[in-house]
């Protein structure tokens, strides 16, 4: 597998190895049951072919997979894809594909997938034509008629986050957050990784916006967690299956009120493509 550019800042962040087991910490799970909660009321039955886009170590691509669906993992740093081959490679229901790739020049045949996630990419292409240039791919490998899930990265709750967390009091952390509130632009001058890499943090309707600018149709715009993360006793919700239902149920009945879009740390626009003429 050949590499593939990438921004080093991003690239130092991600090679520490972080990702791997970050969506199975108790105070961050509610990302992973949440997103799956959504992709399997909007996605198509299985079986269907789904391009995982930005896949990072496979947590959803080996989840699509084993409910049914032929998934292609393809991200740009070579730790998440060896780690994803890995994990396919033990799994009972393995990736139909893994590969290094950039999102902006997509390695699949035109109309190729039934859908399309971008649940990570948006928020590391830093600049409007290199977000549009992902879009724009998605499109083309998307059947007409299929979806594309994207996710960005909420402009206003860090805010919340840093204040919740007590980050603000770390070098670095107030520019940060001034910037990014500003223009959506997030970078940690520090190396601190509580601060994250590289960045680009949306409003929730910019992104639909930018689905409609790649001519696709949102069907919907929803919050992920909402303002979940904030609560001091989630990872003890988070660690029973009761628990956890409750807490995605409340989630789900208010995913779609705009003032909450706004209090979430991510959001995800579901989209299709146009049907064929």
């Not at 669906?69 to 893994?98: C, F, G, I, N, R």
């Amino acid at each position: 597998m050949a590499d593939t550019p990438l921004d080093p800042d991003i690239r130092a962040f991600y090679d520490r190895g972080l990702e791997q087991d970050r969506l199975t910490a108790p105070h961050r799970a509610i990302e992973y049951w949440r997103t799956m909660d959504i992709l399997t009321r909007h996605l198509p039955q299985p079986p269907a072919t789904v391009y995982d886009i930005g896949g990072g170590p496979g947590r959803y691509a080996l989840a699509l997979a084993a409910a049914g669906h032929h998934v292609h993992l393809l991200d740009p740093v070579p730790l998440h894809t060896d780690q994803a081959l890995t994990a396919s490679q033990k799994a009972e229901h393995p990736l139909a594909s893994v590969r290094v790739g950039d999102a902006r020049a997509l390695p699949y045949a035109t109309h190729s997938a039934d859908a399309v996630l971008l649940l990570g990419p948006l928020y590391h292409l830093t600049t409007g034509a290199d977000r549009a240039r992902a879009w724009a791919e998605a499109a083309r490998v998307t059947r007409p008629g299929g979806t594309i899930a994207a996710v960005g990265a909420s402009r206003y709750y860090t805010v919340w986050q840093m204040l919740s967390q007590d980050l603000l009091t770390l070098p670095g952390a107030e520019a940060a957050t001034v910037g990014h509130l500003d223009s959506g632009q997030h970078r940690n001058e520090t190396g601190d990784e509580r601060l994250w890499t590289t960045a680009y943090f949306h409003t929730p309707d910019e992104l639909a916006a930018e689905a409609e600018a790649a001519g696709l149709n949102v069907q919907a715009l929803l919050a992920v967690e909402g303002p979940a993360k904030l609560l001091p006793n989630l990872a003890g919700q988070m660690a029973t299956d009761a628990g956890r239902a409750r807490v995605v149920a409340a989630i789900r009945r208010t995913e779609s009120e705009p003032s909450i879009l706004g209090m979430s740390s991510h959001n995800i626009v579901i989209a299709t493509t146009p049907e064929a003429p």
